[in-house]
C-alpha cells in the first residue's frame, strides 16, 4: 500500500505562487496515474490535475489551465503541483491520490477512481 504526505500548502495573496508536493512512500508508485484534487469550504471534491506513470501526459482543469502545472520524479517518489497566478477561488484543501496504472494513459478525472489518498495540505488565497 502506497501512502502519500501533502506538504507547501499556506497562505499566499491573489496573483501570488505556491508549489504542492506529495511524497509517496510503502512502494514505488512509477507504475501509478497520480492525481491532485481540491475541495473548498461547503463544495465538493473537483479533479486538478492528473500525470501518467511516465510522467509523458498531464491533463488538467479548465480552471487551472495555463497556471498550474503537475509533474512528477519517479526516483524521488514525488509528484509535485505548482501553482501560478492564484485566485481566492483556488482556495481549498488539496489532495495528492494515486491509482495503480498498469502503465496504460487513462487518466480519471473522477476521485472515485484513485485508490489512495494523502491527507491533505490547505492552500488559502487572500484578495
Known amino acids: 500500500q502506497v501512502q502519500l504526505v501533502e506538504s507547501g500548502g499556506g497562505l499566499v495573496q491573489a496573483g501570488g505562487s505556491l508549489r504542492l508536493s506529495c511524497a509517496a512512500s510503502g512502494r514505488t508508485f512509477s507504475g501509478d496515474v497520480m492525481g491532485w484534487f481540491r475541495q473548498g469550504p461547503g463544495k465538493e471534491r473537483e479533479f486538478v490535475s492528473a500525470i501518467s506513470w511516465s510522467g509523458g501526459t498531464t491533463v488538467y482543469a479548465d480552471s487551472v489551465k495555463g497556471r498550474f502545472t503537475i509533474s512528477r520524479d519517479n526516483a524521488e517518489n514525488t509528484v509535485y503541483l505548482q501553482m501560478t497566478s492564484l485566485q481566492p477561488e483556488d482556495t481549498a484543501v488539496y489532495y495528492c491520490?494515486?491509482?495503480?496504472?498498469?502503465?496504460?494513459?487513462?487518466?480519471?478525472?473522477?476521485?472515485?477512481?484513485?485508490?489512495?489518498w494523502g491527507q491533505g495540505t490547505q492552500v488559502t488565497v487572500s484578495s
Open positions: 491520490a494515486g491509482v495503480y496504472s498498469g502503465r496504460s494513459y487513462h487518466m480519471s478525472r473522477k476521485h472515485q477512481e484513485y485508490r489512495y
